[in-house]
Nanobody, 120 residues
Framework: QVQLVESGGGLVQPGGSLRLSCAASGLIFSIYDMGWYRQAPGKQREMVATITIGGTPEYADFAQGRFTISRDNAKNTVSLQMNSLKPEDTAVYSC??????????????WGLGTQGTVSS
């Protein structure tokens, strides 16, 4: 049974930082591309950052220069360091694991998410 469990959300003032972590179990972590997505109230879910099995990151425009995604294959974790946070970064942040296999096709797993709130 695959589980992705996020942690690290909370309330922070504008300009502050949060570090989110996602612990994965039930899968061979090192062969999955990992990502962080977010969904704000009344908005669609959007990609924040992804990282490939080789460690190559990709960021949404709003995250570039402020957020850093990293993975630790030994600990089966993926993290998102968020700096210079703005009120518009307020959202539920969810962890995603995905893989594309020749026979099975695409498989994607999601965590339940962690709330990040930026407010003074």
């Amino acid at each position: 049974q695959v589980q992705l469990v996020e942690s690290g959300g909370g309330l922070v003032q504008p300009g502050g930082s949060l570090r989110l972590s996602c612990a994965a179990s039930g899968l061979i972590f090192s062969i999955y591309d990992m990502g962080w997505y977010r969904q704000a109230p009344g908005k669609q879910r959007e990609m924040v950052a992804t990282i490939t099995i080789g460690g190559t990151p990709e960021y949404a425009d709003f995250a570039q220069g402020r957020f850093t995604i990293s993975r630790d294959n030994a600990k089966n974790t993926v993290s998102l360091q968020m700096n210079s946070l703005k009120p518009e970064d307020t959202a539920v942040y969810s962890c995603n694991a995905r893989i594309t296999r020749i026979v099975v096709g695409k498989t994607s797993y999601w965590g339940l998410g962690t709330q990040g709130t930026v407010s003074s």
